[in-house]
């Protein structure tokens, strides 16, 4: 919907729970149920009650090394939106720091408004929304004042995040709630299964988050470490196709990723990238790590980058991380 259809100001429907996806354009896009579809289908209409709005504003500057997931994983470990807080809310998500994001990283944010309880989240559009629109569909679009908030518009509530302070974020298995910054974990998991990809993580900026960590690797003759099964699923064919223009595919392959075909794959147990047994450890940069949710093992998410880093670490690691150590053992006598 993104990469085709959806439009700043436009409103979109959907039966997934992650329709809200769209919203990174300046669009009202939520999730449905199937009667609720089938009458819109027909009718033309759709019935919702307006929710209250929770305004999220992303100050400071992005460190390097920081992505949009994250920014979110943050957001989820805050007490009060683990209480509830954002529940059928919709997110608005504005600040300094926004401008920094590119719309694929937008996405990240408004996608899993799913898991933040919202009933979706929305972007205000500007320049890199323009830019996207011209680069990616080749529209002209003139962005209009009334597309974003009034000034002095109300807001059940407003949380500010100081960006500049946020570090690679990994959630432990059983919820995407269950955030902390990969730097603190004093024990760090061995992994059995590496995933990128679904609506979250298969889009183009995912791939060169992906591919910034892979190629590195591979220059240094790196490989993913012999336990884990590293799985690269791209989110659609225009995404599949972006790859190949970009000529990553090498990197990917000399490392030993496996490359899947547009799905939805592993995030929603089906095919390569679910676990298969209980004992199995999995970093994924899916949305959700519910029990069972992507096979019987266990869970932990993380941005495309920290995937790709763990792979070839073979336990939880950041990009940094592995930068570091990689240095250090060429340096040791």
Same mark, same amino acid.
């Given at each position: 919907?993104?990469?085709r259809?959806?439009?700043?100001g436009g409103?979109v429907?959907g039966t997934d729970s992650?329709?809200?996806h ?5 669009c009202?896009a939520?999730g449905v ?8 289908m ?5 019935r919702?009650t307006v929710p209250?709005?929770?305004?999220v504003v992303l100050?400071?500057?992005?460190p #390097? $090394? ?5 920014i979110v994983?943050h957001l989820?470990?805050r007490?009060?939106? !683990?209480? =509830?807080?954002? %529940? ?8 300094p ?5 590119t719309?694929?990283e937008?996405?990240t944010?408004?996608n899993m408004?799913?898991e933040l309880g919202?009933f979706?989240g929305i972007v205000?559009?500007d ?5 996207f ?5 080749g529209?002209d679009?003139?962005?209009e ?6 000034a002095?518009?109300?807001?059940a509530?407003t949380i500010t ?5 946020l ?5 432990a298995p059983?919820?995407p709630g269950?955030?902390v910054?990969?730097?603190e974990?004093t024990a760090?998991a061995r992994?059995d ?7 979250t #993580? $298969? ?6 988050q992906y591919?910034?960590v892979?190629?590195?690797a591979a !220059?240094r =003759?790196?490989r %993913?470490?012999?336990h ?8 659609t064919e ?11 595919l090498?990197?990917?392959?000399a ?7 547009p799905?939805?794959?592993a995030?929603?147990n ?7 047994a ?6 994924s940069a899916?949305n959700r790590?519910?029990?069972g949710r992507?096979?019987p093992?266990?869970?932990w998410l993380a941005?495309?980058a920290t ?5 070839i670490?073979g336990?939880?690691c ?6 570091a150590?990689?240095?250090q053992?060429?340096q040791?006598?």
């Amino acid at each position: 919907m993104t990469e085709r259809y959806a439009l700043p100001g436009g409103l979109v429907v959907g039966t997934d729970s992650h329709t809200p996806h769209s919203g990174a354009l300046g669009c009202l896009a939520f999730g449905v149920g199937s009667t609720d579809m089938a009458s819109a289908m027909v009718t033309g209409l759709v019935r919702l009650t307006v929710p209250e709005t929770l305004r999220v504003v992303l100050d400071g500057t992005i460190p #390097a $090394g920081v992505a949009a997931k994250d920014i979110v994983l943050h957001l989820l470990a805050r007490p009060g939106i !683990r209480a =509830g807080d954002g %529940v059928g809310k919709v997110f608005e998500f504005g600040g300094p720091a926004i401008a920094q994001l590119t719309t694929d990283e937008r996405t990240t944010l408004t996608n899993m408004t799913a898991e933040l309880g919202g009933f979706t989240g929305i972007v205000a559009p500007d320049a890199e929304t323009a830019r996207f629109l011209r680069e990616r569909r080749g529209i002209d679009f003139t962005i209009e004042a009334w597309m974003a908030s009034d000034a002095g518009a109300r807001y059940a509530d407003t949380i500010t995040i100081d960006c500049s302070r946020l570090s690679p974020m990994v959630a432990a298995p059983g919820d995407p709630g269950n955030g902390v910054p990969i730097a603190e974990l004093t024990a760090r998991a061995r992994i059995d299964i590496a995933y990128g990809g679904s609506c979250t #993580a $298969g889009k183009r900026e995912d791939f060169a988050q992906y591919h910034a960590v892979l190629s590195w690797a591979a !220059r240094r =003759g790196l490989r %993913v470490a012999p336990h884990v099964a590293l799985h690269l699923q791209f989110g659609t064919e225009d995404v599949r196709e972006h790859c190949q223009r970009q000529g990553w595919l090498a990197a990917f392959e000399a490392v030993g990723a496996r490359m899947l075909q547009p799905a939805c794959g592993a995030c929603a147990n089906c095919g390569p990238g679910a676990s298969t047994a209980a004992e199995q450890v999995t970093v994924s940069a899916i949305n959700r790590n519910f029990p069972g949710r992507s096979g019987p093992g266990q869970v932990w998410l993380a941005s495309p980058a920290t995937v790709a880093a763990s792979a070839i670490a073979g336990k939880l690691c950041s990009f940094a991380e592995l930068v570091a150590r990689t240095e250090q053992a060429v340096q040791s006598p």
